[in-house]
């Protein structure tokens, strides 16, 4: 079983950034697809940003896209999203999470990963 650990959540002004990050508890988690997904108040849980771990493509939901950025740390076997220019909009509880069989395509647009972290709030005020 691996689990997620994220940090970095927080509340900003709108227009304002933030970077969450997440790491597997198992350094050997090396493949596969992690991401982040996020969930509002009333709102189903929806796709934020994927990426293949080593290296590989990244997929972003539209709308983040051009104002989130999702990479990796290889040394340290982390993720990272990047968030700059924060709307009312983007505020929910962002989850990490990761799944060594399905694509990252498929991951964004369904939210059905295998693990899942606990989630960090990100609160944006206008």
């Known amino acids: 079983q691996v689990q997620l650990m994220e940090s970095g959540g927080g509340s900003v002004e709108a227009g304002g950034s933030l970077r969450l990050s997440c790491a597997p508890s198992?350094?050997?988690?090396?493949?596969?697809?992690m991401g982040w997904f996020r969930q509002a108040p009333g709102k189903e849980r929806e796709g934020v940003a994927t990426?293949?771990?080593?290296?590989?493509?990244?997929y972003y939901a539209d709308s983040v896209l051009g104002r989130f950025t999702i990479s990796e740390d290889d040394a340290k076997i982390m993720i990272y999203l990047d968030m700059v220019n924060l709307k009312p909009e983007d505020t929910a509880m962002y989850y990490c999470?990761?799944?060594?069989?399905?694509?990252?395509?498929?991951?964004?647009?369904?939210?059905?990963?295998?693990?899942w972290g606990q989630g960090t709030q990100v609160t944006v005020s206008s």
């Open positions: 990426i293949y771990l080593g290296g590989g493509s990244t």
């Open positions: 198992e350094s050997t988690y090396t493949n596969g697809c």
């Open positions: 999470a990761a799944d060594p069989a399905k694509g990252c395509r498929y991951l964004l647009q369904s939210s059905n990963a295998r693990y």
